[in-house]
C-alpha cells in the first residue's frame, strides 16, 4: 500500500531563516506523482508542485526548491529566506499510476505545520 | 473562473439528520474527489469520480453516499450524521488522473 510520512508535525524558525520540510513516500509502483500543497491559515489549499517518478531534476521556483531522491523515498521541500507569509501546514502527497490508473486520488501525509516567527 | 465552489461552507447537525454537501466545478474537469481533513490526520479520500455515471469508494467511504449526473456536480451526502463525522470537508477536481488538484474552500461541518 502507498504511504506518505511527514515526519515534523510542527517547526517554527525565525523569519529569513532557511527551512526543509521533509517528506517519505512508499510505493510498489515505479511510476507514480507527488505532490506538494499549501494550506494558509485562511484554510484553502493551495498546489505548489508536481513530479514524476522519472524525473529526479530538482526544481526552484523562487525561494521554494524541492529535492527528489528515488534512492531514499524522499521528496523534501526547502525554503530559503523563510517570510511571515510562508506560515502554513504544508502536506506532501503521493499518485499511483497502478491498474486504477491513479483514479482515485492522492494519499497525503498528515502534514507539518511550519511556523515563522517574525 | 470559479473553479470548484461548495457549499455551505458551515453546517451543524444534529446526530441522525441528514444532508448534502454541494460541489461543483466549472473546469470540464472528468476527475473529481472528495477529502476529509481531521487534525492531525491529514486528507483522507472518501469516494471519488472519473466522470458522469462512474463513482467508487474512496479510503474512508463508510456513512456518506455520492452519486454524479452530470460532469459539473459531485454531492456527498451524509445518510445519517454522527459525531465522528465532524471534520473539515473539501472537494477537488482535475483534469487527468495525475494532474494537479484544484480544491474547494471546504465545508465545516460539526456534528452534535
Known amino acids: 500500500a502507498q504511504k506518505v510520512t511527514q515526519a515534523q508535525t510542527e517547526i517554527s524558525v525565525v523569519e529569513k531563516e532557511d527551512v526543509t520540510l521533509d517528506c517519505v513516500y512508499e510505493?510498489?509502483?515505479?511510476?507514480?506523482?507527488l505532490f506538494w500543497y499549501k494550506q494558509p491559515p485562511s484554510g484553502e489549499l493551495v498546489f505548489l508542485i508536481r513530479?514524476?517518478?522519472?524525473?529526479?531534476q530538482n526544481e526552484i521556483s523562487g525561494r521554494y526548491s524541492w529535492n527528489f531522491q528515488k534512492s531514499t523515498s524522499s521528496f523534501n521541500f526547502t525554503i530559503t529566506a523563510s517570510q511571515v507569509v510562508d506560515s502554513a501546514v504544508y502536506f506532501c502527497a503521493l499518485s499511483e499510476a497502478r491498474t486504477g490508473g491513479g483514479a482515485d486520488g492522492l494519499t497525503f501525509g498528515k502534514g507539518t505545520h511550519l511556523i515563522i516567527q517574525p | 473562473n470559479a473553479g470548484v465552489t461548495q457549499t455551505p461552507k458551515f453546517q451543524v447537525l444534529k446526530t441522525g439528520q441528514s444532508m448534502t454537501l454541494q460541489c461543483a466545478q466549472d473546469?470540464?474537469?472528468?476527475?473529481m474527489s472528495w477529502y476529509r481533513q481531521d487534525p492531525g490526520m491529514g486528507l483522507r479520500l472518501i469516494h471519488y469520480s472519473v466522470g458522469a455515471g462512474i463513482t467508487d469508494q474512496g479510503e474512508v467511504p463508510n456513512g456518506y453516499n455520492v452519486s454524479r449526473s452530470t460532469t459539473e456536480d459531485f454531492p456527498l451526502r451524509l445518510l445519517s450524521a454522527a459525531p465522528s463525522q465532524t471534520s473539515v470537508y473539501f472537494c477537488?477536481?482535475?483534469?487527468?488522473?495525475?494532474?494537479?488538484?484544484?480544491f474547494g474552500d471546504g465545508t465545516r461541518l460539526s456534528i452534535l
Open positions: 473546469m470540464n474537469h472528468e476527475y
Open positions: 513530479r514524476n517518478s522519472f524525473d529526479e
Open positions: 477537488a477536481s482535475r483534469s487527468g488522473a495525475h494532474q494537479p488538484q484544484h
Open positions: 510505493t510498489r509502483d515505479t511510476t507514480y506523482y
